[in-house]
C-alpha cells in the first residue's frame, strides 16, 4: 500500500488528483468550523452529549451537526435522496428503462437526484431546527415568518448542496467517490480528540486490549467487505453476422456485503423518526399526551431494546436493499442473450433460481456482519465502561466507511498506475 501512495506521487497527473482531493476536503474542514447563527452553543452540546441516536447521523456530517455548522446536514440530503431514487428505479418503469440507456440515462438520474436533494435538505434542516427548539437550544422565535428561522434553514441547505457540489468535483477531478470521502473526512477528522483521550487514560491493560479489538475489527472488516462468490460462467461459441465469437470462461462476483453502508443509515433513519416526533409533544399541556411521549422517548433511551431494534432492522433493512440492487431474473436474461450459462445449471428460470437461492445464502453473512458492526459501540461500550466514560469508543459504522474508502480508493490509485504502465509499454 505505502509503495503505491510513493508511486502515486511520483506521477504527476495522479499527484494533482490526490493533491485536488486533499484541498477539497481542507475546505470541508474549515466549513465545519463556520457555524450557524441564534444557537446556545452549551444548551446544543448538553443536548447531544444526552442523545446516543443523534450521534449517529453526527457521524454522517463529521461532527458538523453537534456543532451546527454550516455543513451541519453533511451529505445526508443527497444520500437519502440517492437511495429514494435507486429505489423508484426498481419501481417506476420509465426510470427503469432510462437506467438502461448507458452514461445518458446515469447522467439524468444523477440530476434529477441532485434536484431531489434541494427539497430534502430544506425539510430536514427545519425538521432538525424544530427539534432543537423544542429542547431550547435555538434562540429567538422559531418561525418560517422569523427572518432568523429563514436564515437558518436556507444556510444549512446551502452547506449540503454545496458538499454535494464538493463530492462530485472530487468524483470527477479527483480519485475515488467524492460522497464517500466527505464522509471518510468528516470521521477522520475525530481522530485527534480520540487519539488524546486514548493517550490520557491510565488503564494500559484495557487499552491494549482495546487497541487489539479495533485492529482485529479492522481486518474482520477488510475480510468481509472484499469476501465474494464467484460463480463460474461459460460462454459458448456464436456467430453475430459475419464474425464468430470463440466461447470461454469467467465467472461471476457476488459480493457477500453489496449494501455496503446504505442499511445502517436505513435503520438510524427509522429509529430516528418516533423519537423526533415523541420529543415535539413532550412538553405538551395535555397531560395524557406528555405521558406517551416520554414513554416513547425513554422506551427507546434503553440501551438493551435500541441495540437489539438497530440490529433487526439492519438486518431486514441489507436483504432489503440487496433486492434493490441485485436483480436475479435481469443477470440470468443478460447471460442468455450473451450465450453464457453456469455449468450444470439449465438458462432461464432455473439460473435465476439459482441465483436467487446464492445471493440469499451470502446475505446471511453481510446481514449479520452488517448487525454486529452498527451494535459494535453498545457491546465495546458494555465490556470497557471506563473507557467510554472518557470518550474512548470503538465506532462499528465509521470503521467500516474509513475502511470501505480507504481500500477502494487504494484500488483505484493502483489501477491507474496499471494504466500508465500499460500506456508507457505501447508507446
Known sequence: MFESLLNAFRAPDIRRRVLFVLGILIVFRALAHVFVPGVDRTALSNFFQSNGLLGLLDLFSGGGLSSLSVVGLGVNPYINASIIMQIMQGTIPSLQALSREGEYGRNKINQYTRYLAVPLAMLQAYGFLALLNSQNVLLGNFSLSSLLTITQILTLTAGSILLMWLGELITEKGIGNGVSFIIFAGIVGRAPATVQHFLESPDYLQLAVFAVIGISAVAVIIYIQEGQRRIPIQYASRVRGRRMYQGGSTFLPLRVN???????????????????????????QLAPVAGIANGVVNFFNITPVYAALYFVLTVGFTYFYTAFTFKPDETAEQLRKNGGFIPGIRPGRPTQDYLQRVVFRITIAGAIFLGIVATAPFIVGAAFPTLQAQGITLGGTGLLIVVSVVVETMKQVEAQLMMRNYEGFIR
Open 258 to 284: 453489496q449494501a455496503g453502508v446504505i442499511p445502517i443509515i436505513f435503520a438510524i433513519s427509522i429509529l430516528l423518526f418516533p423519537v423526533q416526533i415523541a420529543r415535539y409533544f413532550t412538553t405538551s
